[in-house]
């Protein structure tokens, strides 16, 4: 015991020196950057985004798209523009500017074709509809364009969805720090209109889905500040009705503005290039779309 006593005074010394030391390197660690809100939300919407792109690989899914018409060749309103994206190389986008100048901005978002010919008449088509918006298709494809379910396939295999999360975070950021952001897509396009409405936060004002993967992760739709109107087809197997059923649960549960609009169709039923066009259930779908963003 007496020793045990005599050697604590020589090891104060040696105790004191290390805590010095270890206070000096826990000092010297460079901070952590904070996450920031839509950084954080962008991470969290990756498993619905990779399971689309599983499912959009396959030929199951390509089997519900059959090649699309040649569309029309009146003439076009917009233009293509480019515009920075944050960690990569600029991003394409087709733009028609509103009459006047105007914070409201519709991100229109292709299919699971690319920036097509259809996509830009059906963003001229809003813009006449609306007037005062200014209208932004985004080519989440980096200038990729599919003409057949094949090469389509091939694209979604090779898709990079962090690289889209980035472009629709861009899109955002060209619009404006005070732009009203709106959002309108089909299939794939349906599942990132959500999405941007997730992403855009308290910018939001309307999103428009046509079809397309649902998120049901709670976390994520607590994120979505405005209403949300879809419109499905009861003979769908992509999103199938029971995913939209699940979906229209989870955001009433969360107490989230969605109206759901069902149509006896199938997939990509509001796609006049598409062999299953459905031009009634497309007209009144449009009519209530239209509605849907003057009314916001």
Not at 27 to 49: G, Y
Not at 67 to 78: E, N, Q, Y
Not at 285 to 294: G, M
Request: proline fraction near 5%; hydrophobic fraction near 40%.
């Amino acid at each position: 015991m007496k020793e045990r006593f005599t050697l604590l005074p020589r090891l104060l010394p040696l105790i004191a020196l290390l805590s010095v030391g270890w206070i000096g390197w826990k000092t010297a660690q460079p901070a952590r950057p904070m996450i920031d809100r839509s950084t954080a939300i962008a991470c969290l919407s990756m498993e619905t985004l990779d399971a689309y792109r599983t499912e959009a690989s396959t030929p199951g899914f390509a089997a519900m798209h059959a090649v699309p018409r040649k569309a029309d060749t009146d003439p076009l309103l917009g233009t293509m523009i480019r515009f920075p994206v944050a960690g990569g190389p600029e991003a394409n986008a087709y733009f028609v500017p509103a009459r006047k100048k105007s914070k409201k901005w519709l991100i229109v978002v292709q299919e699971w074709w690319g920036l097509n010919e259809n996509i830009k008449q059906e963003a001229d088509k809003y813009f006449n509809a609306l007037g005062d918006m200014n209208v932004l298709a985004v080519d989440m494809y980096d200038g990729r364009v599919a003409a057949t379910p094949d090469s389509a396939m091939k694209i979604m295999r090779s898709a990079d969805m962090n690289r889209m999360t980035a472009i629709v975070r861009a899109a955002m950021e060209h619009a404006g720090d005070k732009a009203a952001i709106y959002s309108v897509g089909w299939c794939f396009g349906g599942m990132w209109s959500l999405q941007t409405a997730i992403l855009a936060g308290e910018k939001g004002k309307g999103s428009v889905m046509f079809y397309g993967r649902p998120e049901n992760d709670t976390e994520k739709l607590k994120s979505i500040r405005c209403d949300v109107i879809g419109f499905f087809g009861t003979r769908d197997r992509s999103p199938s009705p029971a995913m939209v059923d699940e979906f229209e649960r989870s955001m009433t549960t969360l107490g989230k503005s969605l109206t759901i609009h069902r149509y006896d169709a199938g997939h990509g039923f509001a796609n006049p290039s598409n062999p299953n066009f459905n031009r009634e259930a497309t007209e009144d779908s449009f009519a209530k779309a239209v509605a849907f963003l003057k009314a916001h």
